[in-house]
């Protein structure tokens, strides 16, 4: 089991960085586009990866297990996928924050000071934005905090996916092996 935890795990990862370096690329090296829709796109990235959650449970369930599993020891295993998965994203981030000399949450607080601008905020309500901003880059500053932050990302979701796979596949008649 361990093994397909980690060649899982390592694939749900790769292609989360995947498409997290090809969005970079794609914008020029610094995400200009930090609206909502970037949001979205990267839960839906990370959902896609994490799916791989799925595919290795029903893997060990029909080919080491003989069809049948028990919701915890599937569950377990989605945990240790999304574990690995979320440490490569962690690294990767990281990786990419040192390569940008950490300019990442300089370039968000002013997205988001622009943005408020942009639907009418002005006196105290802009200052509290700019206020929380100016606090978010101190905290994004320290290395543990922004590891933290940026596994709990990704984490959530693994976490989800891997009850949803366990409830569906403890069920052996739910997409049986075939013989």
Same mark, same amino acid.
Request: proline residues 4%.
């Given at each position: 089991?361990? *093994?397909? !935890?980690?060649?899982?795990? #390592?694939?749900?990862?790769?292609? !989360?960085?995947?498409?997290?370096? @090809? ?8 995400? #200009?586009?930090?609206?909502?829709? #970037? ?6 990235? &990370?959902? /896609?990866?994490?799916? &791989? !959650? ?18 915890? =020891? ?9 574990? /690995? ?9 990281? /990786?990419?924050?040192? @390569?940008? *000399? ?7 607080? @002013? ?17 509290? !934005? ?12 320290? =290395? ?9 990302? +990704?984490?959530? /979701? ?5 009850? +949803? #796979?366990? @409830?569906?596949?403890?069920? =052996? ?7």
């Amino acid at each position: 089991m361990p *093994n397909i !935890i980690f060649l899982f795990g #390592s694939f749900a990862g790769l292609i !989360i960085i995947g498409a997290m370096v @090809a969005v970079i690329v794609a914008s020029g090296g610094v995400p #200009s586009d930090m609206s909502s829709r #970037s949001v979205y796109f990267g839960y839906l990235v &990370m959902i /896609v990866g994490l799916s &791989m !959650i799925f595919f290795a449970v029903k893997r060990y369930r029909d080919q080491e297990l003989g069809g049948v599993i028990k919701f915890m =020891p599937a569950f377990l295993m989605g945990v240790g996928i999304t574990v /690995v998965a979320s440490v490569i994203y962690v690294l990767v981030w990281e /990786v990419y924050m040192a @390569a940008t *000399n950490y300019t990442f949450m300089d370039a968000y607080a @002013a997205a988001m000071v622009d943005e408020a601008r942009r639907q009418g905020l002005t006196g105290a309500d802009l200052e509290k !934005i700019i206020k929380e901003m100016e606090e978010a880059k101190v905290l994004y500053a320290n =290395p543990l905090a922004r590891m933290a932050m940026t596994f709990l990302e +990704i984490f959530p /979701v693994g976490l989800l996916i891997a009850l +949803i #796979s366990a @409830a569906v596949l403890r069920n =052996p008649k739910v997409l049986p092996a075939r013989a």
